[in-house]
């Protein structure tokens, strides 16, 4: 849950923002929608801190431009360079396009800003889209995770939950959810008394996420304890542990703030405004950061992944052709072009994908 919630920091806002708000819409604190109080948080910070709305917007745009590569980059790897649609490549691809929306989102609040400024339904597309794929990226990871753990520490009671048509079916329920609950909150009308609903929220959508992947972190390094494990499959469960670890670093350095501002202003709503809106946009900016920061997900999640990624770049430096740079590329179903096709990986390639072992 991109992400976050989306009504926790609306309602926080709401009890800070009521002059700029209805400066800006004319209309009585408790008849405006969260939507239109987050719509002026930039039009208020960039009134009392000129010079620190400036550089957010620097770094913004430093995000949007990293994470468009990386992002881009990896689709391409996923979408196009891997064969086998595996559950846990699924939820990746999910989880990439949730980046790039999110990356998207950043120059349509700096034009929308600068463009219609006062025009509170043009800042719809980038409010809807920012916390729609903030809740998804955080329910994609997640999701990662879980799938890591049913396949390194559960391979046959998982067996049936890791099928393609499940994980379709998943990310369906994501997208969908996700959508009608920012919706639903967006046009919530701020009455001055959002505790229960921020609470709520956070544990759901912050909370839960960050407990399950701190147990299967916990189970998976309890089975790499486990004596007797071969080589093979010590190298495996040592990547799904890795991948969980980065996902927790993630979710610290991206979502706690963001949600620990909402309960904080929840329990003091009369935190002076102007910490509560520098705050709040630190948090906010640092949320935007897990797009640039998934990638590192990326690597743990298939182990010919590095590998692709490494054949492409010596592919286009080398000029080399691609069935001999590309280790993940299409293969035939007779023995005579499998065999063709290992022979013809780089030696240090084909070492690295017999070391990690096959995907679950």
Known sequence: MPSASSAGPLAMAAPNATAAAAAWTNVSTPEMPLFHLFAVLDGELHAAFPGLWLALMAVHGVIFLVGLVLNGL??????????????SVIYTINLVVTDLLVGLSLPTRFAVFYGTRGCLRCALPHVFGYFLNMHCSILFLTCICVDRYLAIVQPDGGR????????????????????????????????????????????????????????????????LSRPGLLRQGRQRR??????????????????T????????????????????????HVAVTLSSLNSCMDPIVYCFVTSSFQTTVRGLFHQRGAGCEPKSCNV???????????????LGARPRALTQALANGPEA
């Open 74 to 87: 990896a689709l391409y790897v996923f979408g196009c360079r891997t064969q086998a649609k595996t559950p």
């Open 238 to 255: 040592m990547r799904a542990m890795q991948l969980l670890l980065t996902v927790l670093v993630i979710f610290l350095v991206c979502f």
């Open 257 to 280: 703030p963001f949600h620990a501002r909402q309960v904080a202003v929840a329990l003091w709503p009369d935190v002076p405004h102007h910490t509560s809106l520098v705050v709040y």
């Open 328 to 342: 993940v590329g299409t293969r035939k179903s007779s023995k005579n072009s499998a065999h063709r096709h290992i």
């Open 160 to 223: 049936r939950w890791r099928q393609p048509a499940c994980a379709r079916a998943v990310c369906a329920f994501v997208w969908l959810a996700a959508g009608t609950v920012t919706l639903s909150v967006l046009g919530v009308t701020a009455t001055g008394g959002p505790c229960c609903r921020v609470f709520a929220l956070t544990v759901l959508e912050f909370l839960l996420p960050l407990l399950v992947i701190s147990i299967f972190t916990g189970r998976i390094m309890c089975a």
